[in-house]
């Protein structure tokens, strides 16, 4: 057994079903464990009070004591979490020499930036004699573990989901346990202390407030209060006035709970029959397939899947962009959705496919200001999935929404909020509309909003497009670009 080892802990913030420790405790006598809080990520977040980094510390914060609980468990006297801010490079290099470790093990990014990161400190670490290993972790199945026949990556959800499932076994399932090697768990040195969220630069948010669990606790909670209504996923999982979806996108963005766990518990009932687990499983494909994309076409990130959609001329209209951003459109679903964001960093799945529709296809906007827009305010921002969705919204990418299919903005608040429950939480201002005219005020008589106390205009906005006239104008641009390929 080899002497020292520091495991990287990044979007992976737990002790139990992890991959790298797993490694790292098996094969070294003492094992040491470190987070970067990264200030080449860090700087260029505009808002100090980010709900992100307050979640994030909250569960470093609650990592430490669970890794001393971790060793001591098991007998011994180390366990603990060294943390360090600055950039990620330097600060993982020179720890390494400091304890003297043989190598260095972290979980596997996707990202481009995380891998020429990744590629960097590997090099810096060879460079004074350093190993540097990562492992498969935040995925089920990764790179090029799922393709096709001609041994091509799938650009279509459905053969690659019918793929992914046939490999999915009982292999790739199988936790990683930790506890049996805790007992290689190594202190960290003498005066370390962990960093407040003053000493990184931030402010506290209305985390709180929202009570948003954070930590392995907060998603052991969060799963378990799902599992009962795993079995109506299917059924509930698109009404945003209802609780049917897990809210576990969060922790799985930062690790606090396990990929394999979840879909383990998924798959056995999926296995048995259960159509919302069954559904439940096929939203964790929709997860790896977009870690799959972004893997094998970094470009996305930038550009269209589709490279004849980059030469779609979007609109600039600065006006319609900032009614969007604001949730004033005059669409109440729409406006509901995007207030909802603001105010918790949160937006449900079905309305992120209508506010990403409405902003490309009723308002002629270029799909990467959404994107960009999302990365800055949702809570579980992922890169992968958040472009592989807006690329889809957009017509775009991969297996994605004909451009000829086109939401209707009221339709979908009719059909997926029809008691307009959703809506009057996040549009108090329309709470005494009568439900049958809360999903578009603007075509209700104005005696009946005159009843209502609702100044169109005023209390609220009128539209800021007409949807049909949107409609034909999007048939048009996109049209325009299929008959150039033509």
């Not at 977040?45 to 992100?52: A, E, F, G, M, V």
């Not at 009982?170 to 090697?181: M, N, S």
């Amino acid at each position: 057994m080899r002497k020292k080892a520091l495991v990287w802990m990044r979007r992976d913030l737990r002790c139990y079903d992890h991959a790298a420790l797993y490694h790292a405790l098996r094969h070294f006598e003492h094992v040491y464990c470190v987070f970067v809080f990264d200030t080449d990520i860090l700087d260029g977040l505009p808002d100090r009070t980010d709900r992100r980094v307050e979640f994030i510390h909250l569960s470093v914060l609650e990592l430490h004591q669970c890794l001393q609980q971790l060793a001591a468990s098991s007998g011994a006297a180390g366990g603990g979490l060294i943390v360090r801010h600055g950039p990620a490079k330097p600060c993982i290099v020179q720890l390494a020499q400091e304890l003297g470790v043989q190598e260095v093990l972290t979980n596997r990014d996707y990202e481009p930036q995380a891998i020429a990161r990744d590629q960097g400190v590997a090099q810096a670490l060879k460079a004074v004699g350093i190993g540097f290993s990562d492992y498969k972790d935040q995925v089920l199945l990764e790179r090029d573990e799922v393709l096709t026949q001609q041994r091509k990556p799938y650009s279509v959800f459905t053969p690659y989901k019918k793929a992914w499932l046939q490999k999915l076994d009982a292999f790739q399932l199988k936790p990683y346990l930790v506890e049996r090697y805790a007992h290689h768990l190594a202190a960290p040195p003498a005066g370390e202390r962990l960093p407040s969220l003053a000493d990184i630069g931030f402010s506290p948010s209305n985390l709180r407030d929202l009570r948003l669990p954070t930590g392995m606790q907060g998603g052991r909670l969060l799963l378990q209060e799902f599992l009962p209504r795993m079995a109506k996923y299917h059924e509930t999982r698109d009404y945003p006035g209802v609780k049917g979806v897990s809210y576990l996108s969060v922790h799985l963005r930062f690790g606090t709970v396990s990929i394999r766990e979840v879909a383990a518990l998924a798959a056995r009932q999926a296995g048995q029959g259960c159509a919302g687990a069954q559904t439940w499983l096929s939203e964790l494909a929709w997860r790896d397939f977009y870690f799959m994309i972004l893997w094998h076409h970094p470009r996305v990130v930038e550009q269209s899947f589709k490279p004849e959609y980059d030469q779609i001329l979007w609109d600039e209209a600065p006006e319609l962009w900032q009614a969007w951003c604001e949730g004033r459109t005059g669409y109440p679903l729409v406006d509901a959705a995007m207030r909802q964001l603001l105010q918790t960093g949160y937006m449900h799945n079905r309305l992120r496919m209508v506010v990403a529709s409405f902003l490309t296809k009723d308002l002629g906007i270029d799909w990467r200001r959404g994107e960009r827009f999302f990365a800055r305010h949702l809570n579980d921002y992922d890169l992968a999935a958040n472009n592989g969705g807006w690329q889809w919204a957009a017509s775009t990418g991969c297996d994605a929404q004909p451009w000829f299919r086109i939401f209707n903005p009221v339709k979908q608040s009719e059909r997926f909020d029809p008691e307009g429950k959703f809506i009057r939480r996040y549009l108090p201002e329309l709470a005494r509309v009568p439900t049958a005219h809360i999903h578009f005020p603007a075509a209700v008589k104005p005696a009946v909003l005159a009843a209502c106390g609702l100044r169109l205009g005023v209390d609220y906005p009128l539209p800021v497009v007409d949807h049909a006239r949107a409609r034909e104008h999007t048939l048009m641009r996109f049209s325009g670009l299929t008959d150039q390929q033509a």
